[in-house]
């Protein structure tokens, strides 16, 4: 396990690479919740995932289709999750 991913929990690196996959999720949401920066999230997602898994990831990351990069969403989009998602606070899911 590298350095990046040994201070987290596994249910902590769940969500980290569920927020990675998500499109809606830029990398400044996971940088707030986990202070991990998009080098580090493609580090966890590289050590975590299969290769073909990480691959399928980075091209889709890297691709016009993805928002995970505020500098590239449309400026309409001004949230980090869809309005039916439950509050996040703490990075507790609250009412689990």
Request: proline residues 2%.
């Amino acid at each position: 396990m590298s350095t990046t991913t040994q201070n987290f929990t596994e249910r902590e690196l769940d969500r980290i690479i569920e927020m990675a996959w998500e499109d809606r999720t830029p990398f400044e949401a996971i940088l707030f919740q986990f202070n991990l920066t998009e080098k580090d999230v493609i580090t966890v997602m590289r050590s975590q995932l299969k290769t073909s898994s990480f691959k399928r990831w980075r091209k889709r990351v890297n691709s016009g289709v993805s928002q995970k990069h505020l500098k590239k969403r449309n400026p309409d989009i001004t949230r980090f999750k869809c309005s039916r998602q439950k509050a996040i606070s703490g990075n507790r899911i609250s009412k689990r």
